[in-house]
């Protein structure tokens, strides 16, 4: 190899060592180098998985309700009792203590709530 030669080829090694450092590997960003993958499916919406306990305890003025709930496996929450607040007052009208509910939490707070 030519002297001459030599530093060119060195400064196109280089810039390719750099472009192939970045992340993608230097490819273009729409095709992520995979030739058959179709369009990028869209998440699943999070759905707040049901809660089945008992009421103990209705409290209208504060807005809470105190609930001995099952174990949930989706939350990693073993089985416990505990006041929450609901998301709307209007939401404890429909149930009575000692009744067996189902619920969802939202926010940390109970988004709905019917008989079971």
């Given at each position: 190899m030519s002297k001459r030669l030599l530093p060119l080829v060195l400064v196109?090694?280089?810039?390719a060592t750099a472009t192939l450092a970045q992340p993608g590997g230097g490819r273009p960003r729409g095709g992520g180098g995979r030739a058959s993958a179709g369009p990028a499916k869209p998440a699943k919406p999070y759905a707040a998985p049901d809660l089945i306990g008992v009421v103990k305890a209705?409290?209208?003025?504060?807005g809470r309700v105190t609930i001995a709930y099952e174990a949930s496996d989706a939350l990693g929450w073993p089985a416990s009792t505990q006041p929450f607040p609901v998301a709307k007052t209007a939401l404890l009208k429909d149930v009575t203590v000692g009744e067996k509910v189902r619920f969802q939490l939202e926010s940390q707070q109970i988004s709905a709530i019917k008989p079971f």
């Open positions: 196109c090694l280089v810039a209705i409290d209208a003025d504060t």
